[in-house]
């Protein structure tokens, strides 16, 4: 209703596509309203769990053309209404991410970004007129951010989101949102308050505390914390040694019917579970995405996950991701959002948003704001 009512661009293509998702239909669709594109495939960091940091990535290593680029952006603005700027690297080793970015501004489409922190170049970022940052941080110290952010330096990553804080300000003007995001995990779990604390310090917009992620039960035995509110997986799965998430889904999945995701030399898969590219649907740097969108080996992905989702591999591990987000709003205020499957309330001695220290209050009380989203 809210759609229909507000009509933002993209409305009708959501409620046709996510109606056809919801009855089983492969196609044929309207364009997506949500493309992903990404920047490079290289990472200075080398976290364990990512392919691209583990050196497990099967796809070869490259940066996106900027000219086949802007040739893409001009194909795809009159229906993209929200691009992802990010996929498996840092996407500011991309050496004209500000100019690419502010490509797709002038053209319409609202920009978001995650990265690492370690090249972000404030002045750049403010330039492009990006509309949304996500910093990820590893922890609270350089030792405990080190433990997964290998070869990632956290003063570094601190010292360029206060400049872009800082440039921010400069810049009134900016549609900008800057959030962080600490993924938890046995080494930093201890510091999930004082990460909130700090961002609400620091003055970003959001703080997310996000679940994590892990292929395998050997990589969970050795990341997941201690504490299985942050949990995505099964428990009980997982103590019989299978990994799957708490909510497996059923022959559904609305995003893959909004979605696409192109890689840094064209190749089209399905969503971002595909890392290596195991589901490549087309190039669309050779042929228009309208084809691809539509074309057999699209529909007929869709059509397997309507009919028989248990069979395709990257579905394994995912929950879903719903809709695509057409209408986002900055939060007025400093905001927690929690990114999980798990609603539990996480527990402070004060209140996270406004720092003050919280009565003698029973502790499944205490932080309830820290519930403010999930995914």
């Known amino acids: 209703m809210r759609l229909a009512t507000r009509r933002p661009k993209g409305w009708k293509s959501v409620l046709y596509n996510t109606a056809m998702a919801k009855v089983g239909r492969p196609g044929p669709l309207m364009m997506p309203v949500h493309v992903s594109v990404e920047p490079t495939n290289v990472c200075n960091a080398r976290c364990p769990v990512c392919e691209t940091g583990n050196g497990t990535m099967e796809r070869r290593r490259g940066m996106l053309d900027l000219q086949a680029y802007r040739a893409f952006i001009d194909t795809i603005a009159p229906h993209t209404s929200v691009l992802m700027y990010y996929f498996m690297g840092e996407p500011f080793l991309n050496k004209h991410a500000y100019e690419m970015i502010r490509y797709a501004r002038d053209a319409g489409i609202y920009v978001e970004t995650c990265t690492n922190g370690d090249y972000v170049d404030a002045k750049g970022i403010i330039y492009s007129d990006l509309n949304e940052i996500s910093f990820q941080i590893g922890g609270m110290t350089p030792e405990t951010h080190a433990v997964y952010r290998i070869r990632s330096d956290l003063l570094t990553v601190q010292k360029n989101l206060n400049a ?68 995505f997986y099964d428990e009980e799965a997982f103590e019989r040694g299978t990994l799957k998430p708490k909510h497996v889904l059923h ?47 699209a529909t007929d992905f869709r059509r397997q996950i309507a009919s028989n989702q248990q069979g395709v591999d990257i579905c394994e591990l995912c929950s879903g991701f719903g809709v695509p987000q057409l209408m986002p709003e900055a939060p007025v205020d400093f905001k927690i959002g929690r990114l999980s499957l798990d609603p539990t309330p996480i527990d402070f001695d004060y209140d996270p948003v406004t720092g003050a220290e919280l009565p003698g209050a029973p502790s499944a009380d205490r932080g309830k704001t820290a519930t403010a989203a999930r995914l």
């Open 164 to 231: 872009l804080i800082e440039e921010r300000r400069k810049h009134p003007e900016s549609n900008l949102q800057i959030n962080t995001g600490f993924i938890v995990m046995k080494h930093n779990e201890h510091e999930v308050p004082a990460f909130l604390e700090w961002a609400r310090e620091a003055g970003v917009d959001q703080a997310n505390v996000i679940d994590p992620c892990v292929r395998n039960v050997v990589e969970g035995h050795a990341m997941l914390p201690s504490d299985r509110k942050y949990w």
């Open 251 to 297: 022959n559904e999945c609305t995003w893959v019917w909004n979605s696409i995701m192109v890689n840094w030399d064209g190749s089209v898969v399905p969503c971002c579970r595909d890392p290596h590219g195991h589901h490549v649907l087309g190039n669309a740097f050779e042929t228009p995405l309208r084809e691809i969108w539509n074309a057999k080996p």
